[in-house]
């Protein structure tokens, strides 16, 4: 299952964005979740990941700016991100599985990412 995140954008530094990523209803909430992105040039790197049981791990780079949440009925959870940088700009995917998984990021297959590009 190939999960689309959307909601990119571009966006002056300082602002804010929320990116969506809808989830396989048949494994909502039983799988643990990531945020990725990647810049240009760079190797993807997790931004969050999400136990099933909900525990929430943020980057370093991230923590105090991008919030996780997640929508139980509309089997969606998203990214919100403020007071983004020049340097948050990269192609953000979401994935879902086990969360050795969600760690190392070796997922099978990526969905279609949005891109997030932030100005200075």
């Known amino acids: 299952v190939q999960l689309q995140a959307s909601g990119g954008g571009l966006v002056q530094a300082g602002g804010s964005l929320r990116l969506s990523c809808e989830v396989s209803?048949?494994?909502?909430?039983?799988?643990?979740i990531g945020w990725y992105r990647q810049a240009p040039g760079k190797a993807r790197e997790r931004v969050v990941g999400?136990?099933?049981?909900?525990?929430?791990y943020y980057a370093d780079s991230v923590k105090g700016r991008f919030t996780f949440s997640r929508d139980n009925a509309k089997n969606t959870v998203y990214l919100q991100m403020k007071s983004l940088k020049p340097e948050d700009t990269a192609v953000y995917y979401c994935?879902?599985?086990?969360?050795?998984?969600?760690?190392?990021?070796?997922?099978?297959?990526w969905g279609q990412g949005t891109l997030v590009t932030v100005s200075s």
């Open positions: 209803g048949s494994t909502f909430s039983r799988n643990a």
């Open positions: 999400i136990t099933a049981a909900g525990s929430t």
């Open positions: 994935n879902e599985g086990p969360w050795r998984t969600v760690l190392s990021g070796q997922f099978r297959s």
